[in-house]
């Protein structure tokens, strides 16, 4: 026998979708995402309109106990922010020279500590660029990304949904 699922309508996805800033819509993947171990995501829950963040580890399946899209990603392999992007001209002068005062000493994570004694917010500061290129890279043209997002809520609610045979008749 079929499980029946309940799931948000169309109207309601689109709605969901233009109230969410690209700050609510990244920052749930990065809060998750761990370098070199887990990819981080931020879904979207078809049975309650719910956004939330999920971490998968690496080689790691994730249970799946609700119907969802993936909105963003962060793998586990990316750096999400170039050094160069992270800082002001000023302050990449700063990380640099201060990057190479002292080679014998190790830091493994020379920008946290740079950000550390600087007084920068480094997760604030990445969410925020990542959240600046999201808007310029996928929401730059608003109907192009929420029709990618309509193609994921099909393939996720109709089990032969067919992305070719969409058409802007059907929203």
Known sequence: MEDIVEVIGVEQLKVI????TPEEIVKPAYENWQCGIKTGHTRLNLE?????????????????DN???DLFTIESHEDPVDEEDFFSNEEYEDFLEFSSSDPSEYIPDII?????????????????????QFEKTERDNYNMWESAILNKYYD????????????????
């Open 17 to 20: 979708l233009s109230a969410l």
């Open 48 to 64: 309650n309109g719910k956004v939330y963040g999920v971490g998968i580890d690496l080689n790691d399946l994730s249970f799946i």
């Open 67 to 69: 119907v969802y899209i």
């Open 112 to 132: 946290s500590e740079f950000c550390r004694l600087k007084g920068i917010d480094e997760d604030e500061r990445k969410i925020g660029l990542l959240a600046y």
């Open 156 to 171: 996720a609610i109709y089990e032969n949904h067919n992305p070719f045979m969409f058409s802007q008749n059907s929203l």
